[in-house]
C-alpha cells in the first residue's frame, strides 16, 4: 500500500508551527501494529508526558523521533522540518542519512538504562559528541560539559567510569551527555524505571531544573504519575498504540473522561 | 643414540636465524590477518546484502579448508593463472588469509557483545556509522576478543612450519635440511620444539596481562 504522499506540506508553515509533529504515523511489526495513524504535536517549549499501560507503544514514539525505528506510514517533522523525509521534485521521499543526520541533531535522548560509554569517564562521555560530531575544540567542549555536570551535581565525579558510579548519578551524567549536544528537543524514555527509589529524586529533581531553566521540548515517558503530575503541561494517555485521552495533568488526573483512562489510573493508584 | 652436545652449540646459531624467520612470518601474517579480519567483519556488516553474503561464503570456505591445502594453493595454482609469487609472499598470503578469517569470527564475537544500547546512544548523540565503529564499539570489542586474538596469535606461530613446504627458510625447514644432510634428527627437532616452546609460553603469558591491563584501562 502507498501512500499519497502529496497531503504531507514539504514544510511547516505560519506562526505557530509546533516543535515536532507526528502526522498519521504508523508503526508495525510485520502484522502486529505498535501504533496506529498517531497524529500529535508539541509546541516549543512544551513538556509532554507519556503514560499507559506496557506495550502500549509509548516507548516507540520516543525511539521514532530519535529515528532508532524506521515508521511505516506518515510523516514526522521536527522544528518546521521533516524528520523522516525529505523534498525530492516537490513531493516528500524517505530521507537520507545526511539528511536524518542534519534534523536529528536537533532530538536528544536519555534511556532507561543511561547507556553510558563503560570506556570513558563521565566528562569524556559528555565531550565525545560534542568534539566528534560538531567538532568543538576540546577545551571549550570540557569547560561547557563541565557546567552542564556541575548542573546536575556531578562535577566532583567528572573523572569516574560509569562502572563507579550509581544508577541515579549514571542517568544524571546522560543528561549531561545529551544537554551537551544543546537539542533542542529533549526524549526521556523511563529514565527512572531502572533505578532504586531513594535515587529517583535525584533524577527528577534534575529534570525539574531544566523544565524551569531552559526552553528545552521536552517529551517524557514515565510511570511516576505524580512526578507526571507536577511537571508536565500535558499529559497523553496511550491505550493499544494511540492516543486514547489527553489533557492538562490537573484534568487528566483529577477528571478522566474515558474509562480506559480511569481503569489504568485506578490500577496504578492502587500499586502505589 | 647419544645427545650431542658440541654439536648442538654448533647448529646453535643457524636455528636462532631460522627463529628470526619464523617469527617474521608469523608476526607478517598476523600483521595481515588483524587488518584483513577486520575487513571482512566490517564487510559482513554493511547493509549491503550480496557483499556480505559473498564475504560470510568466503570466511566459512576458508576456515573449513585446511591450510596446507591453501598454502599450496596459492604457490603453486597461482604461477598457472600467471600469478609468479615467492615463497614467502605465498606463504604470508595463505597464512595470513586463513587466520584473517578465524580473527574476523573472533572480532565479531567482541562487536556483538557490545550492547544494542551503545549504538542506540550514538545515534542519540548524532554520531555517524564510522564514529561509532571508531570511537565506541571497537574500543569496547578489543578487550573481550583479546584473548581469542591471543590464541591465534599462538596458533599463527605454531602453524608457520607449513610454510617449509614451500621452501621459507623456518625452523621447521631448517630443521629438516639439518636432518637430511647428517642422518640425525634428534637434536635438531628437539631444538625446534624448545626454541617453539621459549616463544609461546612467555607470550601466552603476556597476553592474559595485557588483556588485564586493557580492561583495567578501559574502567571495566
Keep these: 500500500m502507498t501512500e499519497d504522499m502529496s497531503q504531507y506540506p514539504l514544510q511547516l508553515e505560519g506562526d505557530n508551527i509546533p516543535m515536532v509533529r507526528f502526522q498519521n504515523v504508523r508503526k508495525s511489526y510485520g502484522a502486529l501494529t505498535v501504533l496506529d495513524n498517531l497524529n500529535l504535536d508539541i509546541d516549543m517549549g512544551e513538556m509532554v508526558t507519556i503514560i499507559g499501560p506496557s506495550g502500549s507503544g509509548k516507548t516507540t514514539v520516543l525511539r521514532m523521533l530519535m529515528t532508532l525505528e524506521t515508521i511505516n506510514g506518515g510523516v514526522i517533522y521536527v522544528d518546521g522540518e521533516p524528520l523522516t523525509h525529505m523534498e525530492k521534485n516537490g513531493v516528500l521521499v524517505p530521507a537520507s542519512p545526511a539528511h536524518i543526520r542534519r534534523i536529528r541533531s536537533k532530538i536528544g535522548m536519555c534511556f532507561q538504562h543511561f547507556n553510558l560509554f563503560p570506556h570513558m569517564t563521565a566528562l569524556q562521555n559528555c565531550i565525545e559528541g560534542p568534539v566528534q560530531v560538531l567538532g568543538m575544540p576540546r577545551k571549550k567542549a570540557e569547560a561547557r560539559s563541565l557546567e552542564l555536570l556541575d548542573m546536575v551535581g556531578m562535577a566532583d565525579k567528572r573523572d569516574q567510569y560509569p562502572s563507579r558510579l550509581s544508577g541515579g548519578q549514571q542517568q544524571r551524567v546522560a543528561i549531561a551527555r545529551a544537554l551537551a549536544m544543546r537539542p533542542k528537543v529533549m526524549l526521556f524514555d523511563e529514565v527512572t524505571s531502572a533505578l532504586d527509589p531513594e535515587v529517583i529524586g535525584e533524577v527528577t529533581n534534575v529534570i525539574r531544573k531544566l523544565v524551569d531553566a531552559h526552553s528545552l521540548t521536552m517529551l517524557m515517558v514515565t510511570h511516576q504519575m505524580g512526578f507526571a503530575k507536577d511537571i508536565s503541561d500535558r499529559v497523553c494517555f496511550f491505550f493499544n498504540g494511540a492516543i486514547e485521552e489527553q489533557a492538562a495533568p490537573s484534568e487528566l488526573f483529577e477528571n478522566p473522561q474515558r474509562e480506559r483512562t480511569q481503569q489504568f489510573l485506578n490500577a496504578v493508584l492502587e500499586a502505589n | ?220
Design chain 2, 1 to 220: 643414540m647419544q645427545w650431542r652436545w658440541e654439536w648442538t652449540w654448533e647448529l646453535l646459531p643457524r636455528f636462532l636465524d631460522a627463529t628470526g624467520k619464523t617469527l617474521m612470518a608469523a608476526g607478517g601474517g598476523y600483521a595481515i590477518a588483524v587488518v584483513l579480519g577486520l575487513v571482512l567483519v566490517l564487510a559482513q556488516r554493511t547493509p549491503f546484502r550480496p557483499l556480505t553474503v559473498v564475504v560470510r561464503e568466503l570466511v566459512e570456505f576458508i576456515r573449513s579448508t585446511p591450510l596446507l591445502l591453501q598454502v599450496f594453493f596459492v604457490f603453486y595454482v597461482g604461477p598457472q593463472f600467471g600469478i609468479n609469487l615467492s615463497p614467502w609472499t605465498s606463504g604470508l598470503i595463505a597464512i595470513g588469509l586463513h587466520y584473517g578469517a578465524y580473527l574476523s569470527e573472533v572480532y565479531r564475537g567482541g562487536i556483538e557483545s557490545v550492547p544494542k544500547g551503545q549504538w542506540e546512544a550514538a545515534t542519540a548523540i548524532n554520531m555517524s556509522t564510522v564514529q561509532t565503529y571508531r570511537r565506541l564499539i571497537i574500543p569496547q570489542a578489543l578487550p573481550p576478543a583479546i584473548s581469542g586474538m591471543g590464541n591465534y596469535l599462538v596458533g599463527i606461530f605454531k602453524d608457520t612450519p607449513m610454510l617449509s613446504v614451500i621452501g621459507v627458510a623456518e625452523l621447521m625447514h631448517t630443521a629438516n635440511a639439518v636432518g637430511a644432510q647428517s642422518y640425525r634428527y634428534l637434536e635438531p627437532y628437539t631444538m625446534v620444539g624448545i626454541l617453539f616452546l621459549a616463544i609461546s609460553l612467555p607470550t601466552a603469558f603476556f597476553i592474559t596481562r595485557f588483556e588485564q591491563w586493557v580492561r583495567r584501562k578501559m574502567g571495566m
